[in-house]
């Protein structure tokens, strides 16, 4: 069975890091598209970025330069590391298999809290 579960949210200032893991179970991480999606209180779900099965990544203009996706093989892993964050990157993050763009859907895991605040 395909289960995804992220970790690594909490509390952060503005201006500060975090790092978010997502370890996959079931399947094989790194042969496959996997994204970052995150849904702020009272607003639509937002695509983050994402890495392909070639390893080639994609980012949303709100996060570029600030946010780098990665992947660990031999943990079946895949991670954000947030940079410079700023208190509308406020939101539960989600890792997601099989995302689409259009319709925002695919496998969700059960999402971690960000919260940006001084």
């Known amino acids: 069975e395909v289960q995804l579960m992220e970790s690594g949210g909490g509390l952060v200032q503005p201006g500060g890091s975090l790092k978010l893991s997502c370890e996959a179970s079931g399947f094989t991480l790194a042969h496959v598209a996997m994204n970052w999606a995150r849904q702020a209180p009272g607003k639509e779900v937002e695509w983050v970025g994402g890495i392909n099965a070639a390893g080639a990544k994609y980012y949303a203009e709100s996060v570029q330069g600030r946010f780098i996706i990665s992947r660990d093989w031999r943990s079946n892993t895949m991670s954000l590391e947030m940079t410079a964050v700023r208190t509308e990157d406020t939101a539960m993050y989600f890792c997601?298999?099989?995302?689409?763009?259009?319709?925002?859907?695919?496998?969700w895991g059960p999402g971690t809290l960000v919260i940006v605040s001084s």
């Open positions: 997601v298999k099989e995302f689409q763009m259009g319709t925002k859907r695919g496998i």
